[in-house]
């Protein structure tokens, strides 16, 4: 491994939480994120990582290059984050470094209907 290759934290099983009907996106998230506090360290990782050489960042990209690292390096099923996280993961990326607030774009949240 070279110095420009990254090293993740482990990347551990997905705990599947059971969500009760109707909660939010962000309701959710949180629900998730207490099942699986090894996303959000390993997002980091690769923020990290990719922020040193870049001054702008995509969660999307974050989102799909864990999804493969986690193809490549588990030996389970690649990751199935849900896409409704992406922004409460940027989110809680910058309130963990301030530093990153430019770096990554963020919108107003416009919750939208739970079915």
Known sequence: MTTDQLELPILEPLAEPD????LSIPERFA??????PHVARALEALAAQWL????????N????????ESG??????????NNDFR??????????????AA?????????????
């Open 19 to 22: 969500y009760t009907p109707g």
């Open 31 to 36: 629900i998730f994120h207490a099942a699986n």
């Open 52 to 59: 040193v050489r870049n001054r702008r960042a995509s969660i």
């Open 61 to 68: 990209a974050l989102f799909e290059r864990l999804r493969w």
């Open 72 to 81: 490549m390096t588990t030996t389970g099923d690649a990751y199935e984050l």
């Open 87 to 100: 922004a409460d993961y940027a989110r809680l990326l910058i309130d963990r470094h301030p530093e990153w």
């Open 103 to 115: 770096a990554f774009s963020l919108r107003r949240r416009r919750e939208r209907p739970h079915p």
